[in-house]
Structure formats: structure tokens, C-alpha cells
């Protein structure tokens, strides 16, 4: 059956310490890995898709890689703003857009 | 460029209720997307309107029903509310492929 796994589930940062984030998959003929950003009480805001194995995109202050079973959020130098909650999402089998969502890791940020 | 909205943002039922909660997809997308997402988890996908036809559905039982309309925008109905049936719920709209546009949720809570 087709699995999205993030960890860790809830991390917490000093302002400026770097760390990454992971996400691992099992779905057969993956059809892009997307992440999002979620604001509590808020609908989750899109990222980044990667496509292939070696992909990497950025924006700002995060890294998204992919590998053929997981990827990596990776935040650099992190800013209390980036507080959120990160969740990775798969297509199901044969779908382009509808997805399997992991549970998410809940990142904090302390100045 | 108008967003995806939803409404209400916040409603209570009670258990044996029946709700509806509506959704406007964004401009110049066709296919509507339902997601339920309980309190610390991931979204779970619900099913998708394309067309006004329903085109993918989850785990869901059918007291879970929905709508598209022709201009896009969809209705989600939930018959004889339970407790566990409390939740975030997330409309999101896109195009075939590709990322999802998501609104700021309609929390419901069931007494």
C-alpha cells in the first residue's frame, strides 16, 4: 500500500540553526513529491514538486532533495517566521492530483 | 486572481446532524478537491470533482457526498455527523495535474 512517513514529528530550533526535515514514500511509479507549509488553523500553502531522483529546488532559507525513497526539507539558518508545520505529499497510483499526505513535523523556531 | 474560499469557517453539530460546507475554486480551475484533516494529522483525501463528475474518492462511507457545479465551485454533505467526524476540512482546487490551491478550511466540530 502506498505510505508517505514524515520525521521527526515536532522540532524545535534556536534561530539560525540549520536542520532538515524527512519524508519517506513507497508508491509505486511516484508521480512527484510535493511539499507544503501549514499556518495553524490555516489551509497548507505549496512549496515545491520534485520529479526525479537528484532534483533539488530552493526558496529562501529551504532545500527540498529527492532521493528514490525519501526526501529532505533542509532549512538553513531558520527565522522564527519559519515556524509551521511541513507536510510531504504523494499522488496516488495513477493520479496526477490526488494525494496521500504524511502527518507533517511541526517546526519551531525560538529566537 | 481570486483565491479558493470556503465557508462557513467554523460551525457546530451535533451527533445525527446533517452539514454542508461549500467551497469556490479558484479562477481557471476545474477539478475540486476534498480533504479531512483531524486534529495533528495529515489531510486525508476525501474524493475529487472534475467536470462535476466525481473522479477519485478515499476511504471514506458514503454519508460523504459532494458536488461541483459549472462554474467549479462544490459543495461537500455529510449525513448522520459522528463524534470522530470532527475536523478541519480542506477544499482545494487545481488544474489535471500539479499542486493543489488550498482555502483556509471549515472546522467542524460534532457534540
Do not use: M
Not at chain 2, 73 to 88: G, I, M, R, T, Y
Request: proline share 5%; net charge negative.
Amino acid at each position: 500500500e502506498d505510505q508517505v512517513t514524515q520525521s521527526p514529528e515536532a522540532l524545535r530550533l534556536q534561530e539560525g540553526e540549520s536542520s532538515s526535515l524527512n519524508c519517506s514514500y513507497t508508491v509505486s511509479g511516484l508521480r512527484g513529491l510535493f511539499w507544503y507549509r501549514q499556518d495553524p488553523g490555516k489551509g497548507p500553502e505549496f512549496l515545491f514538486t520534485l520529479y526525479s531522483a537528484g532534483e533539488e529546488k530552493e526558496k529562501e532559507r529551504l532545500k527540498a532533495t529527492l532521493t528514490k525513497k525519501e526526501s529532505f526539507l533542509h532549512i538553513t539558518a531558520p527565522k522564527p517566521e519559519d515556524s509551521a508545520t511541513y507536510l510531504c505529499a504523494v499522488p496516488r497510483g495513477g493520479t496526477g492530483n490526488q494525494f496521500y499526505f504524511g502527518t507533517g513535523t511541526s517546526l519551531t523556531v525560538i529566537p | 486572481e481570486t483565491g479558493v474560499t470556503q465557508s462557513p469557517t467554523h460551525l457546530i453539530k451535533t451527533r445525527g446532524q446533517q452539514v454542508t460546507l461549500r467551497c469556490s475554486s479558484q479562477s481557471g480551475h476545474n477539478t475540486v478537491s476534498w480533504y479531512q484533516q483531524a486534529l495533528g494529522q495529515g489531510p486525508q483525501f476525501i474524493f475529487q470533482y472534475y467536470r462535476e463528475e466525481e473522479n477519485g474518492r478515499g476511504n471514506f462511507p458514503p454519508r460523504f457526498s459532494g458536488l461541483q457545479f459549472p462554474n467549479y465551485s462544490s459543495e461537500l454533505n455529510v449525513n448522520a455527523l459522528e463524534l470522530d467526524d470532527s475536523a478541519l476540512y480542506l477544499c482545494a482546487s487545481s488544474l489535471e495535474v500539479g499542486e493543489l490551491f488550498f482555502g483556509e478550511g471549515s472546522r467542524l466540530t460534532v457534540l
